[in-house]
């Protein structure tokens, strides 16, 4: 035993360096539309099988890895937890991270082959896999679903509602226990979810819900995380205020998220001013939209893809970020505290959504047929993108 903890100890600096160049080279050269956790996660198996990480080699540190991929520890953090979870490393407080031994290893892939063979399966079915938000949600999923003994079925739809009913239709004829179903954007009915919830088969719908079938559903309170980001700008001397979305109809997500806008603004007893208000908004049309405003104007964005298109927008019309125009958007993302101007964020709890999507599930899978819908609350990330009109800028005086 003493042996091998010397070695656990004594792996050369120079290694370090090497796995860290390594990991750096692959990243770039990935799939920016997978998240950055699950490169990480990836990578490492992929170099612990090639047998270039060897057993009980340390790991370069969450801040090595952070720095280095310049990603936040968190993305790191869950890249590791997954590896640990899976027995792939170790971690010994105080130490570090290892890789795993050997023989151990071996047996824990062999053994949970076994095993998972004769696990029942839940059918995870999600619109893309190309943000943090996505992410997050799978990892709760794949945790939660873990401690019940079940294995995740992972499907795409790549946002398209005749895939996601194909789709629907093999995974239950293929016998998977129970659906947890990111519904497609712009969808307000789908008939194969309708038919299924009718003979009681175990679903639940993430993020939106479809009106009309009643079905159990997580996902944000959409409505009074915009409410507030509304009052926030108010409280800070903002009147001109827009909102600017992808299409909203259909989706109810983003549907509750207009209405908070609006409904925030009447109860302050501001106008709804039409021309503030940006649907199905492409790079040019956000251009015309900016480019019209006079003077100081605030935007709450519906999501990050919204977000970065406003701020890449002002910076070309050379608006000023937060001095013109201050900024809001749902949702936090990969290298959001790198930018120029850190963003103000309204942060879904996502991995507390997949949490609690596989608890209501399993309730439904044990016979528990009361219908749920949870909203968790927000979390809002104070950025540089708000400019507080109370607050004389230099060379203003109040």
């Not at 399966?121 to 990892?139: E, K, M, T, W, Y």
């Not at 993020?207 to 700008?233: E, H, K, M, S």
């Not at 001397?237 to 299409?247: N, T, Y």
């Amino acid at each position: 035993m003493k042996t091998v903890r010397k070695r656990l100890f004594t792996r050369p600096l120079q290694s370090c360096i090497f796995i860290i160049k390594c990991m750096e080279m692959y990243l770039v050269k990935s799939d920016k539309r997978v998240p950055l956790y699950m490169q990480l996660r990836a990578y490492i198996s992929d170099q612990i099988q090639q047998q270039v990480l060897k057993p009980h080699d340390k790991l370069p540190t969450e801040q090595e890895l952070s720095e280095q991929f310049k990603v936040s520890r968190i993305t790191v953090k869950n890249a590791l937890k997954d590896l640990a979870e899976e027995g792939v490393i170790y971690r010994i407080q105080g130490r570090g991270t290892f890789v795993s031994g050997a023989e151990k290893k071996e047996t824990a892939l062999y053994e949970g082959t076994q095993t998972s063979a004769s696990l029942p399966v839940v059918a995870v079915i999600v619109p893309r896999l190309d943000n943090l938000f996505i992410g997050n949600v799978l990892i709760g999923l794949e945790s939660r679903l873990a401690r019940y003994q079940y294995r995740m079925l992972f499907m795409t739809t790549q946002d398209h509602q005749d895939l996601e009913r194909k789709v629907l239709q093999e995974m239950a004829a293929d016998g998977v226990k129970g659906l947890i179903i990111y519904p497609a954007e712009g969808e307000n009915y789908n008939e194969e979810i309708l038919k299924l919830s009718l003979h009681n088969f175990p679903i639940v719908l993430i993020d939106r819900y479809l009106p009309g079938i009643n079905t159990n559903f997580v996902g944000t309170d959409n409505f009074q995380a915009a409410y507030d980001a509304v009052t926030y700008l108010i409280a800070r001397g903002h009147s001109e205020i827009g909102f600017v979305s992808s299409e909203v109809k259909g989706t109810t997500s983003l549907e509750e998220r207009f209405e908070g806008y609006r409904q925030a603004l009447l109860q302050h007893g501001l106008p709804l001013n039409y021309d503030y208000q940006l649907f199905q908004a492409d790079e040019d049309e956000i251009s015309r939209f900016l480019a019209a405003r006079q003077g100081r104007f605030a935007v709450l964005a519906a999501h990050n893809g919204i977000g970065h298109r406003v701020m890449k927008a002002a910076a070309e019309l050379d608006i000023a970020i937060p001095e013109r125009l201050s900024v809001i958007f749902f949702d936090d993302y990969e290298y959001s505290d790198l930018t120029r101007v850190k963003p103000a964020l309204i942060v879904q709890d996502a991995e507390q959504i997949g949490l609690q999507a596989v608890e209501l599930l399993m309730k439904a899978i044990n016979g528990q047929e009361s219908k749920a819908q949870l909203k968790l609350a927000t979390r809002f990330q104070e950025g540089d993108s708000v400019l507080d009109l109370h607050t004389p800028t230099r060379g203003e005086s109040r």
